[in-house]
Nanobody, 118 residues
Framework: HVQLVESGGGLVQAGGSLRLSCAASGRTFSDYAMGWFRQAPGKEREFVATISRGGGSISYTDSVKGRFTISRDNAKNTLYLQMNSLKPEDAAVYYC???????????WGQGTQVTVSS
């Protein structure tokens, strides 16, 4: 199965930007749809964005539309999340996930912490 490792989290002021990366290994990256999820303390994990295997289909949760951009580079086996205009409510552990066509989100990274100061 595919292994996922996130990076790029950190502390940023409100209004700032971060770029998260998710490096994949172990299987053919382009076989998987990819997604970003996040979990804030005391809250359930929530969907942030998803991108299809070829990158042609993308969706976002409403709260990040216009601020976050998901992308992938299949040649580099890497998923990205560009986060702009960050808000304190965006603070969470961010996870990347992978799924094969027609399956559930079965593969997860360890997460990367994003902290947004007001």
């Amino acid at each position: 199965h595919v292994q996922l490792v996130e990076s790029g989290g950190g502390l940023v002021q409100a209004g700032g930007s971060l770029r998260l990366s998710c490096a994949a290994s172990g299987r053919t990256f382009s076989d998987y749809a990819m997604g970003w999820f996040r979990q804030a303390p005391g809250k359930e994990r929530e969907f942030v964005a998803t991108i299809s295997r070829g990158g042609g289909s993308i969706s976002y949760t409403d709260s990040v539309k216009g601020r976050f951009t998901i992308s992938r580079d299949n040649a580099k086996n890497t998923l990205y999340l560009q986060m702009n205009s960050l808000k304190p409510e965006d603070a969470a552990v961010y996870y990347c996930a992978a799924r094969r066509y027609g399956s559930s989100w079965a593969y997860w990274g360890q997460g990367t912490q994003v902290t947004v100061s007001s």
